[in-house]
């Protein structure tokens, strides 16, 4: 899955669609990568790699669809921002 920050578009990474881990993102795939049998057009630009080692599915970037995700200005802005927000009292 993809994650992209809902307030300025970014993508900011691999999420596994399996068990939701971060995954790291390969934009060549190292002919390494053992047990891919997809067919080769699909895996060949960029795969990524779920990060936790008891999933550790290996899939193709964008798979699963998208996910949201806050990037790290982003979140420094919405934190400020509810700091500064009156109590609803
Ligand atoms: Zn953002
Ligand atoms: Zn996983």
Redesign the pocket.
């Known amino acids: 899955m993809t994650i992209k920050c809902p307030d300025c578009h970014k993508t900011l990474g691999e999420k596994?669609p399996?068990?939701?881990?971060l995954?790291l993102v390969y934009v060549d795939v190292p002919s390494s990568v053992p047990e891919i049998d997809a067919p080769v057009l699909v895996f060949a630009k960029y795969m990524a790699i779920?990060?936790?080692p008891e999933?550790?599915?290996r899939f193709t970037v964008g798979e699963g669809g998208d996910t949201s995700g806050l990037c790290e200005p982003c979140y420094k802005q919405e934190m400020a921002r509810l700091v500064c927000l009156p109590s609803a009292e």
């Open positions: 596994c399996k068990c939701g881990a995954a779920c990060r936790n999933c550790d599915y």
